[in-house]
T-cell receptor, first 118, second 114 residues
């Protein structure tokens, strides 16, 4: 079975540019999560969706960040404009629990996108 | 509010020795607790989780953890370390209810010495 797929795996961009990260969850999973991992702050939950609907975006750092899930098999995380402090590894995860919350459902993580903003 | 503290950002053990990775949590409501493992250049993989019921939880790869409410701890153990256990380990806490969140610790890097 294919796991969670993320693209690109690596992204290098210049400050001020728009960056779009992509995620394909595991087929049949109804919840999708975006995380950011940095040395300073560790792993942070940015936003999660249940049945394509954003449930909690309180972790999104600021208005420059936006996430969409137009259908059950695709999600994007966009940063516009990007800044050097956005450099991090961004993980997407999906789960099949009925509650659609991070509380108890086992999440399956993608390999991550390493973003570098110069 | 909830939080997780992992004591020791780096732990080294000899192959065959006991692995003990410490995790303490803070939660005002009954917590759900997780351990995840991250191998280099990979995403996180669930090792085990505690939600309700038996406080000793067994996971994959021979790992287990015990929920101790009185000590607010959820330490991860494995009786005998293998070289393949070298990785980053994350403890996480969440809870039920509205506005629930999912908090990871800062991670513990495990080195296994041959």
């Amino acid at each position: 079975d294919a796991g969670v797929i993320q693209s690109p795996r690596h992204e290098v961009t210049e400050m001020g540019q728009e960056v779009t990260l992509r995620c394909k969850p595991i087929s049949g999973h109804n919840s999708l999560f975006w995380y950011r991992q940095t040395m300073m702050r560790g792993l942070e939950l940015l936003i999660y969706f249940n049945n394509n609907v954003p449930i909690d975006d309180s972790g999104m750092p600021e208005d420059r960040f936006s996430a969409k899930m137009p259908n059950a098999s695709f999600s994007t995380l966009k940063i516009q404009p990007s800044e050097p402090r956005d450099s991090a590894v961004y993980f997407c995860a999906s789960s099949s629990g009925t509650s659609g919350s991070p509380s108890t459902d086992t999440q399956y993580f993608g390999p991550g996108t390493r973003l570098t903003v110069l | 509010a909830q939080s997780v503290t992992q004591l020791g950002s780096h732990v080294s053990v000899s192959e065959g020795a006991l692995v003990l990775l410490r995790c303490n949590y803070s939660s005002s409501v009954p917590p759900y607790l997780f351990w995840y493992v991250q191998y280099p250049n990979q995403g996180l993989q669930l090792l085990l989780k505690y939600t309700t019921g038996a406080t000793l939880v067994k996971g994959i790869n021979g790992f287990e953890a015990e929920f101790k409410k009185s000590e607010t701890s959820f330490h991860l153990t494995k009786p005998s370390a293998h070289m393949s256990d070298a990785a980053e380990y994350f403890c996480a806490v969440s809870s039920s209810g509205t506005g629930n969140q999912f908090y990871f610790g800062t991670g513990t890097s495990l080195t296994v010495i041959p």
